[in-house]
């Protein structure tokens, strides 16, 4: 395998086939931050878009389109970061990349028009109006702080001005490592109002002079796992705490009128991908409710009105939306999918109107789409597909939900994609997602790597929910600590046995990827069953012990993991793949990005060593600039390419060499 892999006919498959999906320079395939007021004629969203090249990656602006339909407008030239509305519908806060890369401009909009801005140093990413329309607050991090994984798991740098040979070093202690609280008056400067020790990692206004935030008194990404509720004082700066949590909290969101703060709280993996039971707090009496919301694993809520929580989340299958009324402590469905689901990371939603909501609506063939709805009935807004999109999707198969039975009787989802026209068993890609407490819902193909190709020439694809996973309630995620690689991983197992026991797959051709929880079962999968043919781990964990000396997340492994990373012996040894060989020879391609600091890169040589010593060929490939889960471009064309090359290479003559390959020759 080539280290530039750019002439080969897998390459330029990949990129024609992106190139098309995505369409040319300028178009927006996709938007998050998705916002309008009921009483205004347009709506708010950040786009990406390519502006050169594919290998440039995209670019995030800020655009607006009308309620009534028509073609988005860019408002600005540079790197979006955040957007809030104000109360009123009538301003919006506009958080951008400036000139200077170590700062962050804040800029306040009306009807597009710039009013107002101020600069401040490091990254905007949180933003909150006061219920007054007075106030905003920014949750801004150091411009040295460590990016959560689902944004690439690595610190962010400055443009180095000293020589290049000087070495970095690194204290654990900083100012620019912290995530502070500001507010704004719009009249005044910016100021900060809160400092170390107290790191802030999300906040909202609650009433208009108190801020609910979550926070820690350390700034590493791991010290989010045992983040607390705190109230600020908006003039003073001063914390109390008024809520900690057995486990997680996500989405803190203050009441307008100051008496209860709404959350999220769940057993989670990741910060950003908190999912489980919308929680009230009473902060008159310091009680705690958790709200009944209809079965459903909440991800994201907003306030619509002073006592209505409006919520998004995941319920099996389905992607849902509601209200909860906090008085009367009923929640009612407004809308429920399979056929669609919306949403960047998890299911998202914002509230408009008395009833009506906003989201950015996907399927598997059908490209994301600006969509409001009301009373269950979803209105396309805009279409973000390219104009050659859809004769490339109609290529890719069609996806089902897809169900079968566990070694413990446990029934486990999943997601599965079908290339059209098959009559014979076909080879199969199962995709493993990260987490472990997320899940695959029935996303766009675009966001498939390598999968929507792969269907399209005749490929199944198994996208698994195993245990741990969201959208079945607590219990079910829960099932997955202390015994992650054990009980999941027969759930993995136990899917592909039902594929081919009912004669959809070839047994003989298995192929198994994902990327960070999903690197690590790729990676252990082959020790745990004869199954797999192939394995391309992406961002893997390879050996438990050193991930958790050299990981920003070790509380992660902590509390995944049974017994304790200061102990031999243990799961520490015993669900580390590096520390197994494979059951058979089984080639790998282990992929990993050089900066990234959720699984370092020395993970994926762990496996790599561990492969080889098997006897499976195998090659590594890391990317110098990429961070956690090879999200960017151009690594996720070329990984995509290279996993195109390797399961042709290996699938099709299981156990033998590849036409370029002798089998246990080392790849690097």
């Known amino acids: 395998m080539q280290r530039d892999f750019r002439s080969s006919t897998e390459f330029e498959a990949v990129h024609g086939f992106y190139g098309a999906l995505l369409g040319a320079p300028g178009h927006v395939f996709a938007a998050r931050s998705l916002c309008g007021h009921h009483s205004a004629s347009h709506l708010y969203f950040m786009g990406q878009s390519f502006e050169g090249p594919i290998e440039a990656g995209p670019a995030v602006r800020l655009y607006r389109v009308e309620r009534s339909g028509g073609a988005p407008e860019r408002l600005s030239e540079r790197e979006a ?7 009123d519908g009538k301003l919006l806060a506009f958080a951008r990349q400036g000139d200077d890369p170590a700062a962050d401009v804040i800029e306040i909009r009306s009807d597009g028009a710039v009013v107002a801005s101020a600069a401040l140093s490091g990254r905007i990413e949180q933003l909150d109006w006061s219920p007054d329309g007075r106030k905003l607050l920014l949750v801004v991090a150091g411009t040295a702080a460590d990016l959560a994984g689902i944004h690439g798991g690595y610190a962010q740098k400055q443009s180095p001005e000293a020589a290049v040979w000087l070495p970095e070093v690194r204290l654990g202690e900083g100012d620019d490592l912290w995530r502070r609280l500001w507010v704004w008056n719009l009249e005044g400067a910016v100021r900060a109002l809160t400092a170390p020790p107290l790191n802030v990692w999300e906040a909202s206004w609650s009433g208009n002079d108190g801020i609910a935030a979550l926070v820690s008194d350390d ?3 791991g ?3 045992r983040a607390r509720l705190a109230l600020v004082d908006a003039a003073s700066g001063a914390a109390r705490t008024i809520h900690t949590p057995a486990d997680q909290i996500g989405c803190v969101r203050g009441s307008s009128g100051g008496d209860e703060v709404a959350f999220i709280q769940a057993f989670c993996s990741d910060r950003g991908l908190v999912a489980g039971l919308l929680s009230i707090l009473d902060l008159k009496t310091g009680g705690v409710t958790t709200a009944e919301t209809l079965g459903v694993d909440v991800t994201s809520i907003e306030w619509r009105t002073s006592t209505t929580v409006h919520f998004a989340g995941a319920r099996g299958p389905e992607t849902v939306t509601g209200d909860f009324t906090v008085g009367a402590a009923t929640a009612t469905q407004h809308w429920a999918s399979r056929e669609l689901t919306h949403g960047e990371w998890v299911p998202a939603s914002h509230p408009i109107g008395d009833k009506g909501s906003l989201f950015i609506a996907e399927s598997w063939s ?11 009935r979803v209105v396309e807004v805009a279409s973000l597909a390219a104009p050659s ?3 490339v999707m109609a290529r890719c198969g069609t996806v089902e939900a897809f169900e079968w039975t566990a070694p ?12 059209s026209g098959a009559t014979a068993p076909t080879p199969l890609l199962v995709d493993v997602h990260g987490g472990p407490v997320s899940a695959h819902r029935n996303r766009w193909l675009g966001r498939s790597r390598a999968g929507a190709i792969l269907a399209s020439r005749g490929w199944t694809v198994l996208f698994p929910n195993p245990r741990g996973s969201t959208g079945r309630g607590d219990g079910f995620a829960r099932a997955v ?11 993995i197992i136990s899917g592909v046995d039902a594929l081919i026991g009912q004669g959809i797959v070839d047994a003989a051709r298995v192929a198994v990827t994902g990327t960070s929880y999903g690197g690590f079962m790729s990676a252990w ?9 192939v394995a391309v781990p992406i961002s893997p964990v390879g050996d438990w012990y050193s991930q958790h000396r050299t990981s920003q997340i070790p509380e992660f492994d902590e509390i995944m993991l049974a017994t304790s990373p200061w102990q031999s012996g243990g799961d520490y040894f015993s669900r580390s793949p590096a520390f197994h060989k494979q059951k058979k020879v089984v080639p790998s391609l282990i992929m990993a990005g050089a900066i990234d600091k959720s699984t370092p890169p020395g993970q994926a040589e762990e496996c790599h060593f561990a492969a080889l010593r098997s006897g499976a060929p195998s090659a590594l490939v890391v990317y110098p600039n990429a961070g956690h889960s090879l999200r960017g471009y151009p690594e996720y064309i070329d990984s995509a390419a290279r996993i195109l090359w390797w399961l042709d290479r290996y699938i099709a003559k299981v156990g033998g060499a590849g036409p370029s390959q002798k089998k246990g020759e080392q790849q690097r």
């Open 481 to 491: 600590k202390d015994d992650m690689g054990g009980a999941d991983a027969q759930d």
């Open 81 to 87: 970061r955040q957007i809030r509305l104000s109360p």
């Open 408 to 419: 413990d009787g446990l029934n486990i989802q999943g997601w599965l994609v079908r290339p």
């Open 223 to 225: 010290s989010w796992y």
């Open 219 to 221: 700034h590493s990404e």
């Open 389 to 391: 999109a859809a004769g």
């Open 525 to 533: 999968l082959p020790s745990q069953t004869d199954r797999f043919a």
């Open 366 to 376: 059908r490209a994301p789409f600006l969509a409001e709805e009301t009373d269950g």
